[in-house]
T-cell receptor, first 109, second 113 residues
């Protein structure tokens, strides 16, 4: 089946720094989402982004499906950005998303 | 607030007991999903319902059953709980199966002893 790899697995930043999280997938996908799981366990959808670029405030994402990767950019990070960021991909012909194992981000004040 | 509501938030079961996890959404979404999250393994799909009246197996369906009671509600049943089912369970919904973003509930932390 399709493999989803996220990098880096762990990241520590000072408040105000920028970062780029990467999601690589091993086969074609029709759908892709990014999620943030906060330290209390709540999962929040950040982007539904099967292709192209989207921006929402300090966050933006780019998916290049033909090259099998997606990037999540966090600018001017804040302590509330801490948590785990998951990428999930949906292969063609199925509604089943496959989740990566996440990037754990800690933003220090 | 609009969203996905899961009950209960916490549950401890003895091996062999049964229980039903409830999930309801008020966003008029067509599709609903049940995931489990285990340490270091991301989320894995248990069952999903692409539309009212349909249900399908995900990656890890063994030991579970589901019911799409109506458009709003999607329940997950453990008939005979096992310690391997200790996990955090999340329900999610989306407007269209696979082709729109998910909204997750707050999760149910289940321990089977």
């Amino acid at each position: 089946g399709i493999q989803v790899e996220q990098s880096p697995p762990d990241l520590i930043l000072q408040e105000g720094a920028n970062s780029t999280l990467r999601c690589n997938f091993s086969d074609s996908v029709n759908n892709l989402q990014w999620f943030h799981q906060n330290p209390w366990g709540q999962l929040i959808n950040l982007f539904y982004i099967p292709s192209g670029t989207k921006q929402n405030g300090r966050l933006s994402a780019t998916t290049v499906a033909t090259e099998r990767y997606s990037l999540l950019y966090i600018s001017s990070s804040q302590t509330t950005d801490s948590g785990v960021y998951f990428c999930a991909v949906g292969p063609p012909g199925t509604y089943k998303y496959i989740f990566g194992t996440g990037t754990r981000l800690k933003v220090l004040a | 607030n609009a969203g996905v509501t899961q009950t209960p938030k916490f549950q401890v079961l003895k091996t062999g007991q049964s229980m039903t996890l409830q999930c309801a959404q008020d966003m008029n979404h067509n599709s609903m999903y049940w995931y489990r999250q285990d340490p270091g393994m991301g989320l894995r799909l248990i069952y999903y319902s692409a539309s009212e009246g349909t249900t399908d197996k995900g990656e890890v369906p063994n030991g579970y059953n589901v019911s799409r009671l109506n458009k709003r509600e999607f329940s997950l049943r453990l008939e005979s709980a096992a310690p391997s089912q200790t996990s955090v369970y999340f329900c999610a919904s989306s407007e269209m199966a696979g082709a729109s973003g998910y909204t997750f509930g707050s999760g149910t932390r289940l321990t089977v002893v």
